[in-house]
């Protein structure tokens, strides 16, 4: 059964999948939703509330299904809208929702909207695209691709004109000025909806469009028409969500939530290259900086906090300094480098540090938001950065021990991509069925840490304060909802660190830890004391202060 909370994305763990990668039911090498539902019972074991599938629409694959060939239906290799539905039906019944990408902003040439376009002038679809004589209007708008494109406008020989395209030179962006687009893609959203969906990531929503003399984001028109896409799923369905892949900062994501009217939830891509940087440079400040940026949001709305995804780990949102800090301290190799970003998986990043993987996902698991784990990341999966575009951090997931990883029985040459098999991350050790069975894995701490968060609303809803002590390698902060207040407490240095806490306002509170449910000493008068071991963290749960008779008293009065 599905959680009727109308608020349930604030508590919801969330989980990206791309269904190429995940599994294959058909022995062809290529991942499907077959496969899929094969597996909704890993995911339900794991804990996690909602699913986000990478496109599955038919598509040439040159960005990887995020130039969509027909908005509305599945690319034969994934199933049929008959799987689709069976895969949302099975994942309602376990309890876990289900969102897709929504590709708003662009088409591939391969689209019969963009082939029509480009016969004639008068050709029903040329105004679904935007045509120029020259390259040279709406030049404060950049280059979001820097390696690979020169402009925002191709030469179409056929069309015998530029057209306008914020991303690859394969996908141009449609029109919004024109209605007919506009709902157009209000009726691909229902279409999805229709079956029973329960919402959207909306791919590159700041660019949808264009105005002269400004750089062409985040412009007040595009706000409007996102606000009518709310306001027609409020109209009609119930329950679904909008997520928004605004890669911005903090304020120009912040009017994407309107007044609650607009997007429910925004991923907080600034705050993601500050928690690398934090535990790299041992220091809480580019963390605790970030959130100082970071606006108040409407109550029902939302931030989606990630570590890792299907691109790269984005810099844009990063000055100079701190860009080459983050390729200094991890990529060195520029083979490990796109576009403006790594392209790397969670834990080669981290050294394959165990430590740093559950301090990073303790410190997203309990900042102010909604988690979203990365396909794999939940066992320390690891990348091949000689595959090209993207691709290292796409390969497919490994399930056993076994040929493939257990991902497909298909001939290995056959398979979309090859598995990571190097000898650290090779799929031979680094597999679910073996991280299953072992108690203290990677993955069943994650299962853990999920079901710890998943009992108490705090996390999702509650306020934040961060604590000030005078080791800055201390990360801390209370979060407080309703009765409750936990207070996190993470070490960012590779070494042991001690901290003192300014907790006077819960004199007599006796702490316990979340993961092992132990209590500690009493909070008294003086500043409270706490040890760390390297990159260690705690959970605290703050009850109201207890009885001095309580039978711990005795043991912790001498503080
Ligand atoms: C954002 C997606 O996350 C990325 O994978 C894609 O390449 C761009 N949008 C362009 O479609």
């Known amino acids: 059964m599905l959680n009727q909370d109308p608020l349930w994305h604030k508590d919801a763990v969330f989980y990206e999948l791309h269904v190429r990668a995940f599994y294959d039911g058909n022995d062809d090498g290529i991942g499907d939703f077959a496969g899929l539902i094969q597996k909704l019972d890993y995911l339900e074991w794991l804990g996690v509330d909602c699913l986000w599938l990478l496109p599955f629409y038919p598509s040439p694959l040159r960005d990887d299904g995020y130039d969509v060939a027909d908005f509305r239906s599945i690319a034969s290799s994934y199933g049929t809208t008959e799987d689709f539905r069976r895969l949302l039906e099975e994942a309602h019944r376990r309890g876990m929702r289900v969102i897709v990408d929504l590709i708003l902003n662009h088409t591939s040439d391969q689209h019969a909207w963009f082939q029509a376009a480009r016969t004639s002038p008068v ?71 229709d079956q029973g969906l329960d919402g959207f990531r909306c791919d590159a929503v700041p660019y949808l469009f264009e105005r002269e003399d400004t750089i062409c984001e985040n412009l007040p028109e595009t706000h409007r028409y996102l606000k009518e896409i709310r306001a027609s799923i409020d109209q009609r369905y119930k329950g679904r969500v909008l997520l928004a892949e605004a890669n911005q900062w903090p304020s120009d994501v912040r009017p994407y939530f309107g007044d609650g009217d607009e997007f429910h939830m925004a991923f907080h891509f600034p705050l993601m290259p500050r928690l690398f940087m934090g535990v790299r440079s041992e220091d809480r400040q580019p963390i605790i900086d970030m959130f ?69 996902n303790s410190i997203v698991f309990t900042l102010p938001g909604s988690p979203i784990i990365y396909y794999g990341d939940e066992i320390g999966m690891g990348d091949n950065i000689h595959l090209g575009d993207r691709n290292g951090v796409r390969t497919p997931m490994h399930w056993t021990a076994d040929r493939n990883a257990g991902f497909s029985k298909a001939d290995p040459s056959q398979l979309f991509l090859p598995v990571v098999a ?12 073996a991280q299953k069975h072992a108690t203290h894995s990677l993955l069943n701490w994650m299962r853990r840490m999920i079901a710890i968060r998943k009992k108490h609303k705090v996390f999702g809803r509650g306020t934040l304060e961060f604590l000030n002590p005078t080791n800055e390698k201390i990360l801390a902060y209370l979060r407080a909802y309703e009765q409750q207040t936990v207070l996190l407490v993470h070490n960012l240095a590779e070494s042991s660190q001690a901290v003192e806490l300014d907790l006077g306002r819960f004199k007599g509170v006796v702490p316990e830890e979340l993961f092992g449910e132990s209590r500690f000493p009493v909070i008294g008068e003086r500043p409270y004391v706490l040890t760390l071991g390297p990159y260690s963290y705690y959970w605290i749960h703050l009850p109201a202060a207890r009885s001095r008779n309580s039978p711990y008293s005795m043991e912790w009065s001498a503080i």
């Open 422 to 433: 190097d000898a650290v991350y090779g799929y031979q050790s680094v597999n679910i069925e």
């Open 292 to 360: 100082k940026h970071t606006p108040e949001i409407p109550p029902a709305c939302q931030w989606c906090l990630f570590l890792r995804n299907h691109d790269e780990l984005t810099l844009e949102m990063c000055t100079g300094e701190e860009r080459d800090y983050m390729y200094y301290a991890y990529a060195r190799d520029p083979q490990m480098r796109r576009n403006i970003g790594i392209a790397r998986r969670l834990a080669p990043l981290l050294d394959n540090d165990r430590r740093k993987v559950e301090l990073l």
């Open 123 to 193: 050709a029903p679809t040329r105004q679904y695209y935007v045509w120029s004589e020259t390259d040279q209007k709406y030049p404060r708008a950049r280059i979001i691709f820097v390696d690979t494109e020169k402009s925002n406008w191709t030469w179409d020989s056929e069309a015998q004109a530029y057209f306008w395209h914020r991303f690859f030179s394969h996908q141009p962006d449609l029109n919004y000025e024109n209605p007919e687009v506009r709902r157009a893609m209000i009726q691909v959203m229902e279409y999805w909806l």
